[in-house]
């Protein structure tokens, strides 16, 4: 099930309020493929060892919260760090 449209305008980064945007399919292929190669890190340092089934990205683009099992992770620690990717 798709993340519902009224949920995604309501959500905000919880550390900075910043507003978040899906990202493409052809974004989380690139972040999966990067996970794959063991290049992409956690916001708390830890390395990003599962694959994602798509992202919601922080207005900045520093910071994406994953999404599994069609549920935003919205926890700053699991956080990816897009500089990794």
């Known amino acids: 099930m798709p993340l519902d449209s009224e949920l995604l305008e309501i959500l905000r980064c919880p550390e900075t309020k910043e ?4 990202i ?3 974004g989380v292929k ?3 493929a990067a ?3 063991g290049k992409v890190k956690r916001r ?3 390395a990003e060892d599962r694959p ?3 992202g919601l990205l922080r207005e900045d683009g520093r910071f994406l919260y994953p999404i599994r ?4 992770i919205m926890l700053i620690d699991e956080a990816i760090d ?4």
């Open 52 to 54: 994602i089934d798509g």
């Open 19 to 22: 507003t978040v945007a899906l």
């Open 30 to 32: 690139r972040i999966n």
């Open 44 to 46: 708390n340092g830890q």
């Open 82 to 85: 897009m500089r990794t990717v």
């Open 24 to 26: 493409s399919d052809d």
């Open 35 to 37: 996970i794959a190669a």
């Open 69 to 72: 099992d069609d549920i935003p």
